[in-house]
């Protein structure tokens, strides 16, 4: 039998990617993950108009994040282990709106996170 050498990656995700759908459709399962919060960002929405993207969430609007100087600013949301090539899945899913960069949380776990481009 032969073993997996990928290691789990951290995704943090405040949006559509908790959605059951969205991720059966990417990642080809159901993720389970933990609440967490991004500090010193702040969330607004984003109108998307790729069509496979709008087929896959339902959804015209999707929320995006940037940093902020806003005093006690945090966004929450769920943190996920997946594969590196489930990353790579999400990266596609992902319009030119947003850029993944990685973040340290609340819990002080570091993740990727896609926020505005």
């Keep these: 039998m032969e073993r997996s050498t990928e290691f789990p990656v951290?995704?943090?995700s405040y949006g559509t990617l908790?959605?059951?759908?969205?991720?059966?459709?990417n990642f080809g399962r159901e993720l389970s993950g933990h609440h967490d919060a991004m500090l010193g960002y702040s969330q607004r929405w984003v109108e998307i108009t790729d069509p496979h993207v709008l087929?896959?969430?339902g959804k015209t609007h999707h929320p995006i994040v940037a940093p902020t100087l806003e005093q006690g600013a945090s966004v929450d949301g769920m943190v996920f282990q997946i594969t590196e090539q489930e990353l790579a899945a999400a990266d596609a899913y992902e319009v030119s709106d947003y850029k993944r960069v990685s973040v340290a949380l609340a819990s002080g776990l570091t993740a990727w996170v896609y926020v505005q481009a």
């Design 10 to 12: 951290l995704l943090f």
């Design 18 to 25: 908790q959605d059951k759908a969205v991720q059966l459709a």
């Design 55 to 57: 087929a896959t969430s």
